[in-house]
């Protein structure tokens, strides 16, 4: 079984916690994880985008000229996608870009996500962070303490706003809730923080 040291906000050693093997010591499945990162990115967006085909546009009633003998080729209307200020052929209309990933894949991506971050030394265990008060001081000093920087997940559990809130505001770190775990909150950073009781969540949802 896989192990951990588990630091304060001092970044001292202060316990050990064992690890699931199935949570954090599989051999990462990369064509699970960048499918379901895929599958997270194309839900999120808007799908808004909208074009006008030829019988949406105003004007055009009446056909230009006549059929024959003009000199010009036969034109129907001047709405028609040649003309300016026609419409658009095949262009994009509103629509949904989500698409179904298996739940037994999201959580092996998830599996993945982790095991990776163990092998590469990215995971951090933090007993609790105790802020008193809001505090992005403290905060910076945590994470300093910690020896970590650049783009951060913390992954915190409970009702813990003093902490959210001090997080917030530095640039880089992004602060979830142990129920909102997801792959790609997992992989978009270069170090991944997580509380003890947050650790203890995880395991129970993907053991």
């Given at each position: 079984m896989s192990s951990i040291d588990i630091k304060n906000?001092?970044?001292?050693?202060?316990g050990t916690a064992e690890l699931a093997e199935?949570?954090?010591?599989?051999e990462p499945n990369v064509h699970v994880m960048h499918t379901v990162v895929?599958?997270?990115l194309a839900a999120a967006r808007q799908g808004t985008h909208s074009t006008k085909t030829r019988g949406m546009v105003s004007g055009g009633?009446?056909?230009?000229?006549?059929?024959?003998?003009?000199g010009h080729a036969r034109q129907g209307t001047i709405r028609a996608p040649q003309w300016r200020g026609g419409g658009v052929v095949f262009g994009p209309h509103p629509r949904s870009y989500a698409f179904k990933v298996n739940k037994k894949e999201v959580k092996l991506?998830?599996?993945?996500?982790?095991?990776a971050k163990l092998a590469d030394?990215?995971?951090t265990v933090v007993d609790d962070f105790n802020f008193e008060k809001p505090s992005t001081k403290e905060a910076l000093k945590t994470l300093k303490a910690l020896g970590i920087d650049g783009r951060v997940t913390i992954?915190?559990?409970?009702n813990d706003i003093n902490s959210y809130l001090?997080?917030?505001?530095?640039?880089?770190?992004?602060?979830?809730?142990?129920?909102?775990?997801?792959?790609?909150?997992?992989?978009?950073?270069?170090a991944l923080v997580v509380t003890t009781a947050a650790l203890k969540r995880i395991e129970e949802v993907l053991a």
């Open positions: 906000t001092s970044g001292e050693k202060v199935g949570v954090f010591s599989i895929r599958s997270q009633g009446r056909k230009p000229w006549r059929q024959k003998g003009t991506a998830m599996r993945s996500a982790l095991s030394g990215e995971l992954v915190l559990s409970g001090s997080f917030r505001n530095i640039p880089e770190v992004r602060t979830i809730d142990a129920t909102e775990i997801n792959t790609y909150d997992f992989i978009d950073n270069t």
